[in-house]
T-cell receptor
């Protein structure tokens, strides 16, 4: 079975400090992993994806994530938070053809000035 | 290149009515998936269509149905609306069927349904 767990429902950081959003996954197959961001009253936007190529994946807006198979993790990071990063972030696993993408419960990122 | 377009963006219905939501995918995309998003349950998968065929279905009652047309546009219908159907309904399109490795989805902005 496939599953994804976002370890924090809410993360608060100050502008200019690093961001770490944690995600663990479980999959019987070689997964594809994604991070999506959702700003208020908007749809989801793809930040980055891992598809069994490089384990360190760079995405848009300075975000990156590292796939660690031994830890079954795919944490999202950014060196310096901006106010505009305040949003909800979803970790997603895609494990097998013919199955739906599996979304985590989401992590709300708050950024204070 | 136009993104995923969902209509209507906002709508209000009363219990017992039915509603139809529309989704136009990105040009060339053959996969359309529908999700229900609520504060309590998060994002829940409704169904996926690929080339007019339903490929996968989530755990929702039969009141929720969908279809896909030959031009890949998709509609979902909810009959006999209940208060609990109030949610943001998101449509997403993709080049490949969801679940195939690397097949990311591109989301519309959603249709916000309020049931009174």
């Amino acid at each position: 079975a496939q599953s994804v767990t976002q370890l924090d429902s809410h993360v608060s950081v100050s502008e200019g400090t690093p961001v770490l959003l944690r995600c663990n996954y479980s999959s019987s197959y070689s997964p594809s992993l994604f991070w999506y961001v959702q700003h208020p009253n908007k749809g989801l936007q793809l930040l980055l994806k891992y598809t069994s190529a490089a384990t360190l994946v760079k995405g848009i807006n300075g975000f990156e994530a590292e796939f660690k198979k031994s830890e079954t993790s795919f944490h999202l990071t950014k060196p310096s938070a901006h106010m505009s990063d305040a949003a909800e972030y979803f970790c997603v696993v895609s494990a097998k053809a013919g199955t739906a993408l599996i979304f985590g419960k989401g992590t709300t990122l708050s950024v204070s000035s | 290149k136009a993104g995923v377009t969902q209509t209507p963006r906002y709508l209000i219905k009363t219990r017992g009515q039915q509603v139809t939501l529309s989704c136009s995918p990105i040009s060339g995309h053959r996969s359309v998936s529908w999700y229900q998003q609520t504060p309590g349950q998060g994002l829940q998968f409704l169904f996926e269509y690929f080339s007019e065929t339903q490929r996968n279905k989530g755990n929702f009652p039969g009141r929720f149905s969908g279809r896909q047309f030959s031009n890949s546009r998709s509609e979902m219908n909810v009959s006999t609306l209940e208060l609990g159907d109030s949610a943001l309904y998101l449509c997403a399109s993709g080049l490949r069927s969801a679940g195939i490795q690397g097949g990311e989805l591109f989301f519309g902005e959603g249709s916000r349904l309020t049931v009174l």
